[in-house]
């Protein structure tokens, strides 16, 4: 991975990561109201998702954060679940093959385990 890839991964991580912070900060002082709640409600699952993708682009590991997980939403809305749209659609192909071998790696490992 070349170094200008994780240079711009950081910046690009801080950045997300100040701004989400900032609005987590506005909505617990309960500051905005109205409209400016939903926009930045909107914002902040936005920012989640990118910073979501961002991690699965670098090869972590990543746990699918509050904002997104489909158990907060009511039932109607968990047949149509945009993480796993939005995730399939935005990961490179070299992504997709690394975690798809990672995971057969896994399943293969633990499918002869007694636990």
Known sequence: MSQAKIVNYKHQKKFKSDHYSKLVLLQKFKVLK???????????????????????????EVFIPKE????????????????????QSTASVETKEYF????????????????
Do not use: C, W
């Open 34 to 60: 109205g409209m400016n709640y939903i926009v930045a409600a909107l914002t902040k699952i936005k920012l989640q998702k990118e910073m979501f993708v961002l991690e699965l682009e670098m090869g972590h």
């Open 68 to 87: 997104l997980q489909i158990d907060n939403y009511p039932i109607s809305y968990q047949f149509y679940d945009s993480i796993i749209n939005h995730t």
């Open 100 to 115: 798809k071998f990672k995971n057969n790696f896994r399943f293969n490992f633990y499918k002869n385990e007694n636990f």
